[in-house]
T-cell receptor, first 113, second 113 residues
Framework: AQKITQTQPGMFVQEKEAVTLDCTYD???????LFWYKQPSSGEMIFLIY??????QNATEGRYSLNFQKARKSANLVISASQLGDSAMYFC??????????FGQGTTLQVKP | GAVVSQHPSWVICKSGTSVKIECRSL??????MFWYRQFPKQSLMLMAT?????????EQGVEKDKFLINHASLTLSTLTVTSAHPEDSSFYIC?????????FGPGTRLTVL
């Protein structure tokens, strides 16, 4: 079964600290992609970072990095130096070889001042 | 990144009426677009894949006669919720892009009274 699991419904982090949001996946596809999106209260889905299944290096985009451990089927998002504006819902998603995206349940992150 | 727009951003309608939601790719051509539905505090659920020039492909459990999708051009897909009922109230989001990049529209909040 193709599945994305985010086990943390809610997370708190102190401003300027780093935080890791967990994501594990299950797929039988040989080629797939992993995404992280941020969804603030406005509802828009903001693309953060992408990791292809054949990429050997972990993806990084500014303060975001993706800790990709293929053997463990995990793709955790690390946000460094958290900011108040990082408070939002975060979704991990997997792109199947059909092009469709499957989303995890989401993690609500709250950054405390 | 590429821009995807949706119109309207929110709509309130009476039970039994039909509502059309537009999804446009503004600066690129999209042969495939995806439509999602999101209930409050839940994840995005893929409803259907919209294919330019051909019939949409619906996910299991999604009524194709209720959620009519038309992808008449490379930049426009429409979702029509026919005979809307209060249980159809939700946040509808479209996406478009390439195999490795999916850009989301800002979403349409539908409330059926």
């Amino acid at each position: 079964a193709q599945k994305i699991t985010q086990t943390q419904p809610g997370m708190f982090v102190q401003e300027k600290e780093a935080v890791t949001l967990d994501c594990t996946y299950d797929t039988s596809d040989q080629s797939y992609g992993l995404f992280w999106y941020k969804q603030p209260s406005s509802g828009e889905m903001i693309f953060l970072i992408y990791q292809g299944s054949y990429d050997e290096q972990n993806a990084t985009e500014g303060r975001y990095s993706l800790n990709f451990q293929k053997a463990r089927k995990s793709a955790n998002l690390v946000i460094s130096a958290s900011q108040l504006g990082d408070s939002a819902m975060y979704f991990c998603a997997m792109r199947r070889n059909t092009g469709k995206l499957i989303f995890g349940q989401g993690t609500t992150l709250q950054v405390k001042p | 990144g590429a821009v995807v727009s949706q119109h309207p951003s929110w709509v309130i309608c009476k039970s039994g009426t039909s509502v059309k939601i537009e999804c446009r790719s503004l600066d690129f051509q999209a042969t495939t677009m995806f439509w999602y539905r999101q209930f409050p505090k839940q994840s995005l659920m893929l409803m259907a894949t919209s294919n330019e020039g051909s019939k949409a492909t619906y996910e299991q459990g999604v009524e194709k006669d209720k959620f009519l999708i038309n992808h008449a051009s490379l930049t426009l897909s429409t979702l029509t919720v026919t005979s809307a009922h209060p249980e159809d109230s939700s946040f509808y989001i479209c996406s478009a892009g390439t195999f490795d990049e999916q850009f989301f529209g800002p979403g349409t909040r539908l409330t059926v009274l």
